[in-house]
């Protein structure tokens, strides 16, 4: 029986390997993420969106191939990276929020 633990170890060593190389990426782009300022991730988000909006504005104004395809291929990118940016400021702002009232609450009642 001691073989069959030795193989599980190996293979879920091997699994957890896996997994952590795969969240690495993630976790490199989180801590990349938490030093920017949110007011700076705020801001980023907004000025693609208005580029993201400027080519489809283009795209409409003037309806030929070129305009169309940047608007419906890098507008709709950019578009999609300012909101993906707004959300994840948002989402940190609240989390923020959360932590600062949790630390509050246990200052004013010690347990």
């Known amino acids: 029986m001691s073989e ?3 193989t599980n170890g190996t293979a ?3 699994a957890s390997g896996a997994a ?3 969240r690495g990426p993630l976790a490199w782009l989180r801590r990349r993420l938490a030093a920017v300022d949110l007011s700076k991730l705020l ?4 000025a693609l969106t208005l580029l993201a909006l400027g080519l489809m ?3 409409m104004v003037q309806p030929t191939p070129l305009p ?7 507008g709709q990118g950019l578009g999609t990276l300012a909101f993906a940016l707004y959300v994840y400021a948002v989402l940190a702002d609240l989390r ?3 932590r600062a009232r949790r ?3 246990a200052v004013a009642e010690p347990r």
């Open 68 to 74: 169309v395809m940047l608007a419906m291929s890098v």
């Open 57 to 59: 504005v283009w795209s």
């Open 103 to 105: 630390a509050r609450e």
């Open 4 to 6: 069959g633990s030795e």
């Open 12 to 14: 879920s060593d091997a």
């Open 96 to 98: 923020r929020a959360r």
């Open 43 to 46: 801001r980023a988000s907004a």
């Open 20 to 22: 952590s190389e795969h």
